[in-house]
């Protein structure tokens, strides 16, 4: 019997021993086609779908090494089903191949004459196409070109792209790399991209993608469209292009909210374009505003949906996706595959963090007991105000400032949901309170006065944490928060826990009252904060305020 | 009658003149029943084995048994059972007058060597009797052989008495030498039967000259007879001489070979037969548990809707057909019934309970055993016929399942080690088998079983594996009555009445082609236990109360929740014994959290302990449901031999009903003594394990009470049955009119 790191499970998912001597290799062997989906300590779990399988024949994988690999790695019998069924999803990428005629413009082709019957048959797919050519080649209108991929995949023949991109607007983008070098994966992920055309890249949390950003607009050379998250975003981006590259501040426009700036490099945030004014997209000109060359999507398993539709429409121009990860709470992946373009760049969570670009952390749950008074109110309130009345507890307070006393010598960021909850904890803490109204250059500067000392604890609310930069922050107390979707809790926590310039670690608490809602919301966070692979813990409250090591 | 028709090239006629068909000068080998007399009570034997229909009930005497041996309905049974070759000779011996010798025979059939087996394949099963010299066949044969025998159509002699001048080699010459174009494909589609052509336009006045079609033409020529408005037959006469020196198609009486066409490591075959056995085991396992949980209901016609086959596929993680394949084979194994109720559900049995907790080679054994006899046909679920057809439906049942499934596990077995098989030739080589089943049917069921033995474990990358030679030896439709005697007998049930079979021959197949079972497991901070390998049925069978299965396969993947905790202390499982069970199994350390969630637990329910007593492996989980049926044990596949001591029984009451003067062997000094109920069955039990005679006191249905002399052979269902020596045949007895029993005199062993 073969003794490997893997077992392939009937139910399609990969169990990898990460204590075993192989584990390394077999995880870099299986991470193309496979993904990850949860990384406690002892056994990591991949999971291989089709779509995993179409991205990996769109980086160059065939079935066979796909199967070498599984049978390679497997300590037991791979499930035979298994096998014949990854080399019937790989065979189907690829069969249909969208293409550039000389005469007729975008065509679709296929050498198996029943697929290509059996996607024309299918009503989505009729009022796509034009004329039939011949047996293998139909006609395509231009504009249909990402509809048509779209529903192609839904059916299960993705189609392969080759009819290649617009150059758009030159426009001279170089990297500067004073003081800083591109670092080898950040290179690879940007290449890879670049022959790949289209396509989406990969990175943890903290291991630098606006930077593949800068680089693959380094290659492209020509004017680019970047969609962002919010304002705080499109703010750092321009920073970060600014320090790395050649641009300078009169390239980069910024179109939000409160500007509406079309430069060569233009940052819009993704609530702009969604903005509906009389029930029309206000802001969609944008992607015809200029000839554009690129175009970046940040965070794409954010992407709202109407900005999937908008893709739909520019499929000749190249577009670069960057996410932590594919995982769509929607489940619209697929979307992401058939639109922006298959994956094209994935970095192994655990040799990034073996290489020291991302924080090891540690999360500690802190739990307080309600007094008896609040038991009562908690045990007979109404369903809806329960969660408040449990996380919002004054009890927490003594805590938390234990807590911020215990780290003295660290950056400490409190975070929660309630407005009256953070201005009473920014009282007793003497810390500034950063919330939804707090003005965008009140927070700036705040936030600059964070990250360099000046300021040692903030205070900052659900809305204004989001997708904020503060490296230098240590230490997280989360108070409150309910548990939303699992990318967003990722996305706060990786922000916080970005690696630190001396290599310590991070530590994340979470203060919760037991027997409540609050700390069913804590298991869930528990879980996965567990499966990331973070040591977690749960103590005590009167430990913490017994000044106990914990 | 021959799927492999060799066409006949009219230019090379038969040099020698055609032998006619009513000639004949054999000895006569007598009537039948003499011919039974004759025979030795090991060719007896033989008979009976081979046509279990004799014996139900035993015939009162030879001349009963040679009454009953002749039926169509038996000799139909007998040619059903029979190679193609065997067949066709058996279809020529129908068109021959009797008696008829073997030379003669052999005459017609171009001296073809196998000839020999063919006649004493027939003689043994009775179809045929006498010597070299002269043979009959039964009267029955004739019809049950109609309308065509070796593909001959009707003798046209009588209405039209010119055939016999078309029926001559010359004549024959002549009219094909002037034949239009077409004619040898007209008669290559009649001359190896059937012997009939339907032809759209067909003008029944034509002539020669007149004639447009070659179909017309060979009718004007009296080679082809109208037999109808559009149907034209090959007359027998006309077929005799143009079969020339063979009467049967080259090569019938070979068996077809089945061509290799991929050779593979016979240990990564068992390795894949292996994983594949273990995924089957608990694919089973997951979906009765589901299935005891949230039931399906039982159609009308009794199968099991659409709708539920497919969540069971959705369960299993797999498609339709495998969905379909695990609810009929354990259907077939016992572990799955329809209840009683009003509106009746599909529920696992309680011998489920107690088949969950064997050994992993043991449940595959169970599964594997039943698949083997089962007479269901999963791949036919979804097929339409008149309505489609539903899982579990009685649509889905084929008697023929388990003889096609014998046959082509034998031929399978005779392969070299780790040879692929084409499929098509094993369709050829079944068909070739068993010529008289619809051969479409057989190619499915072929098809469908090479597809079934991969999944159940039984083939590996498309090979047999150990595990199905094992099978393939067991072959179970036709065991010998001997093993028949010892399985009845093995098949002990369990204290609760419940029977799980485990055939010893396939637990020791799979054993060593499933890898390790591991008792340990790794426990993680994400509150999931992984068991990294196939776990020990106990370590499993705990982790299942503690937690809800989330990934299976070679390895499984547990969770805990507050739920599944929750329903363990429920179920009297105190935090000592779950923290005492993970560490003691778990090679990891116990993650806090989960010490935490326990704790939480303990704390809102209280720990408190409901019982004592140990708990019961084999009763199902609080609000899972079970089946109320009583399963009673599977009846022999039909078609098998009647066990060993009913078979010498027979033909002891056979033989002494030839001679009633045998001595009837004398009554021991001993008077039966008083038996109590309680051990009437065992006392039974020993007497036939030790082969002895005995009396009974027995009260006949007029009320008289009298000592009854007897050799036991079985007790079921409260019956003796037994080989009575006073009446000299085998008759039962009610138990409960024995009232006392002595044994009384040894017997010799019987043959």
């Known amino acids: 019997m073969n003794d490997g790191p893997l077992i392939v499970q009937s139910d399609r998912t990969l169990l990898l021993e990460i204590d075993h001597e192989l584990a390394q290799e077999a995880r870099r062997s299986i991470a193309p086609f496979a993904e990850l989906e949860r990384s406690p300590e002892h056994v990591h779990t991949y999971r291989i779908t089709p779509l995993g399988l179409w991205n990996a024949r769109a980086a160059g994988l065939d079935a066979e090494s796909v199967v070498d690999t599984l049978l390679k790695y497997s300590r037991y019998a791979v499930p035979h089903s298994l096998l014949v069924d990854v080399a019937e999803q790989m065979d189907r990428y690829g069969r249909l191949k969208l293409e550039k005629d000389p005469v007729h413009g975008l065509t679709l082709h296929c050498a198996d004459l029943p697929v290509l019957e059996e996607v024309l048959k299918s009503k989505r797919i009729q009022p796509l196409v034009g004329k039939r050519l011949d047996d293998e080649t139909v006609v395509v209108h231009p504009s249909e070109r990402g509809q048509l991929k779209q529903q192609l995949l839904k059916l299960g023949w993705p189609a392969e792209d080759f009819a290649g991109y617009v150059d758009g607007e030159a426009h001279e983008i170089e990297l500067v790399q004073n003081g800083w070098e591109l670092r080898n994966y950040q290179e690879m992920a940007a290449e890879s991209f670049w022959h790949g055309g289209s396509g989406v890249v990969v990175l943890p949390c903290g291991a630098g993608k606006t930077i593949v950003g800068a680089a693959a607009m380094s290659l492209a050379k020509a004017t680019t469209l970047i969609l962002v998250t919010n304002t705080v975003s499109a703010r750092q981006w321009k920073s970060e292009l600014l320090k790395r590259t050649t641009l300078t501040e009169e390239e980069i426009g910024e179109y939000s909210g409160s500007k509406k700036e079309v430069r060569p490099v233009t940052i819009a945030t993704y609530q702009v374009l969604t903005t509906k004014k009389q029930g029309n997209y206000a802001h969609l000109e944008l992607f015809d505003a200029k000839d554009w060359g690129l175009i970046i999507y940040d965070e794409v398993h954010l992407l709202p949906a109407p900005v999937f539709r908008f893709t739909a429409d520019i499929q000749a121009r190249r577009r670069l996706g960057l996410t932590a990860t594919l995982v769509r709470e929607d489940g619209r992946e697929d979307d992401v595959f058939s639109l922006i373009g298959p994956k094209r760049f994935d970095s192994p969570w655990k040799d990034m963090a073996d290489q020291g670009w991302i924080a090891p952390a540690d999360c500690v749950e802190v739990r307080v007991t309600l007094p008896e008074h609040e038991r009562l109110i908690y045990a007979t309130a109404e369903k809806e105000d329960k969660y408040r009345l449990a996380a919002a507890t004054t009890t927490k307070n003594p805590v938390v400032e234990r807590l911020v006393a215990k780290h003295s010598d660290d950056r400490v960021l409190v975070i929660g949901q309630y407005l009256d909850q953070l201005a009473e904890l920014g009282q007793h803490l003497g810390a500034p309170v950063v919330d939804g109204s707090t003005p965008i250059k009140e927070r700036e500067k705040l936030f600059e006065r964070f990250r360099n000392g000046d300021l040692r604890v903030l205070v900052v609310s659900k809305v204004a944490n989001f997708s904020l930069d503060l490296p230098e922050a240590g230490v997280a107390i989360q108070v409150s928060g309910s548990f939303g979707s699992r990318q967003e809790e990722a996305q706060r926590l990786g922000r916080v826990l970005r690696p630190k310039a001396d290599k310590r670690t991070a530590r994340f608490y979470a203060v919760v009252s037991r027997d409540t809602l609050d700390a069913d919301f804590a298991a869930n966070r528990q879980r996965f904060l567990a499966e990331q692979g973070y040591a977690y813990r749960i103590v005590d409250a009167d430990d913490v305020l017994e000044g106990k090591d914990v | ?751």
């Open chain 2, 1 to 751: 009658m021959t799927p492999n028709a060799i066409p006949i090239k009219i230019g090379q006629m038969p040099t020698k003149t055609p032998p006619k068909p009513r000639k004949v000068k054999a000895d006569d080998p007598g009537a039948l029943v003499d011919w039974f007399k004759s025979q030795d009570d090991d060719r007896l034997r033989d008979l009976l084995v081979h046509r279990p229909d004799l014996v139900h009930p035993v015939p009162a005497d030879m001349a009963k048994l040679a009454a009953r041996a002749a039926t169509n309905s038996s000799i139909t049974r007998v040619l059903d059972q029979l190679d193609a070759w065997v067949v066709a000779v058996a279809e020529v011996i129908a068109c021959l007058d009797e008696p008829f010798g073997k030379k003669e025979l052999a005459v017609l059939l171009n001296n073809d060597p196998e000839l020999d087996r063919a006649l004493s394949v027939l003689k043994a099963r009775g179809v045929i009797w006498g010597t070299d010299k002269g043979m009959r066949a039964v009267p029955v044969l004739k019809e049950v052989v109609a309308p065509h025998p070796a593909g001959f159509g009707p003798c046209f002699i009588e209405e039209r008495p010119d055939l016999t001048a078309v029926a001559s080699k010359e004549r024959i010459k002549q009219i094909f030498d002037k034949a239009p174009k077409g004619v040898d494909d007209v008669i290559d589609k009649v001359l190896w039967g059937p012997p009939v052509l339907v032809v759209d336009k067909l003008n029944r006045e034509a002539t020669t000259s007149s004639a447009k079609t070659p179909y017309e033409y060979l009718m004007a020529q009296g080679v082809l007879i109208a037999t109808g408005r559009h149907e034209l037959t090959l007359p027998r006469e006309v077929a005799f001489v143009l079969r020339g020196e063979n009467l049967l198609p080259e090569g019938l009486s070979t068996l077809p070979e089945v061509s290799i066409k991929n050779t593979r490591d016979a240990q990564a075959v068992d390795k894949a037969a292996g994983g594949a056995g273990l995924h089957f085991v608990q694919m089973m396992e997951e979906l009765l548990d589901i299935w005891g949980e949230t039931p399906p209901a039982v159609l009308r016609n009794g199968g099991l809707a659409q709708r539920d086959l497919t969540l069971a596929s959705r369960i299993c993680d797999e498609d339709e057909n495998i969905a379909a394949l695990l609810a009929e084979t354990a259907l077939a194994a016992g572990l799955l019934a329809a209840d009683e109720s009003n509106e009746p559900l599909w529920l696992p049995t309680p011998a489920f309970d107690l088949w969950r907790t064997r050994t992993v080679q043991e449940r595959w054994a169970t599964l594997a055993e039943a698949w083997l006899t089962s007479t269901r046909v999963p791949s036919l679920v979804g097929k339409n016929e008149q309505v489609r057809i539903n899982a579990l439906s009685p649509e889905v049942d084929k008697p023929l399942a388990p003889e096609i499934k014998s046959i082509l596990l034998k031929a399978l077995v005779s392969l070299p080690l780790g040879a692929e098989p084409n499929e098509d030739d094993l369709v050829k080589h079944v068909n070739w088998q068993r010529p008289r089943r619809e051969a479409e049917l057989v190619e499915l069921l072929v098809r469908s079983f090479m597809q079934e033995a991969n999944l159940i474990g039984a083939r590996g990358l498309g090979v047999l594996a150990t595990t199905g030679r094992a099978l393939g030896e067991m072959r179970y439709t036709m065991p010998s009555p001997e093993a028949r005697t010892a399985a009845a007998r093995s098949a002990v049930a369990d204290p609760k009445g419940h029977v799980i079979k485990t055939d010893p021959l396939l637990v020791e197949a799979i054993a060593p082609l499933l890898p390790e079972a591991i008792d340990h497991f790794l426990l993680q901070a994400d509150l999931t236990a992984v068991i990294p390998g196939p776990p020990e049925s106990h370590v499993a069978a705990e982790l299942r109360l503690l937690g809800y299965q989330e990934s299976r396969g070679a390895a499984q993947v547990y969770r805990f929740t507050e739920s599944s905790l929750k329903r363990a202390l429920e179920r009297g499982k105190s935090k000592d014994d779950i923290m005492a069970f993970f560490t003691k199994y778990s090679s990891t350390e116990i993650p806090q959290p989960l010490e935490y969630l326990l704790n939480d637990l303990v704390r809102q329910l209280g720990d408190v302990k409901i019982t004592d007593d140990p708990i019961d492996d084999t009763e199902p989980a609080p609000g899972e449901k079970r089946s109320t049926v009583k399963l009673r044990p599977r009846p022999a596949p039909e078609g098998s031999p009647p066990d060993a001591p009913l078979l010498i029984s027979a033909i002891k009451a056979l033989r002494l009903s030839e001679n009633p003067k045998a001595k009837i062997p004398e009554n021991g000094s001993n008077p039966p003594e008083p038996m109590p109920a309680s051990e009437l069955v065992s006392f039974l039990s020993k007497a036939i394990d030790e082969n002895q005679s005995i009396t009974i006191s027995y009260a006949e249905g007029d009320g008289t009470v009298k000592d009854r002399f007897t050799d036991p052979i079985r007790v079921q269902g409260g019956l003796l049955t037994g080989f009575d020596h006073t009446e000299t045949r085998i008759r039962d007895y009610a138990l409960s009119r024995i009232s006392a029993t002595v044994i009384t005199k040894a017997k010799k062993n019987g043959k």
